[in-house]
């Protein structure tokens, strides 16, 4: 992403988040979505903007302003949504109870 981050205009796209200070990271998603078609297969309502954080779908516009300064690749979005040894990402990570890897 590049140009100055607009506070109302989500930008579609992969990002991370903390849910709480101290929390791990989780993987974020915007996206447009097209609205209703008719039998004929034209567009018969608006586009719908949708946001992803970690597995609940949250409001973009309130989202933004948290997710525009961590923008990450589509292939680290799926690594992360893969993980299934992540902490509760709603609570801060106690480094002190974590096991050393070795």
């Known amino acids: ?3 100055p981050i607009r506070e109302n205009d989500p930008q579609e796209g992969y990002y ?3 849910l709480v200070r101290g929390g791990p990271w989780v993987p974020a998603r ?3 979505q097209d609205g209703e078609r008719d039998a004929a ?3 018969i309502s608006d586009q719908v903007l949708y946001c ?3 597995a609940e779908l949250r409001d973009p516009y ?3 302003t948290w997710l525009a300064g961590q923008p990450i690749g ?8 893969q993980r299934r040894d992540v902490p509760n990402p ?3 990570i106690d480094h002190l109870s974590i096991k050393p890897p070795f």
Request: glycine content about 10%; aromatic content about 14%; proline content about 3%.
């Open 1 to 3: 992403m590049s140009g």
């Open 16 to 18: 991370r988040r903390r």
């Open 30 to 32: 915007i996206w447009w």
């Open 41 to 43: 297969g034209e567009l």
């Open 52 to 54: 992803m954080v970690g």
């Open 62 to 64: 309130a989202e933004w």
């Open 74 to 81: 589509e292939a680290e979005y799926n690594a992360m949504q």
């Open 90 to 92: 709603h609570q801060p």
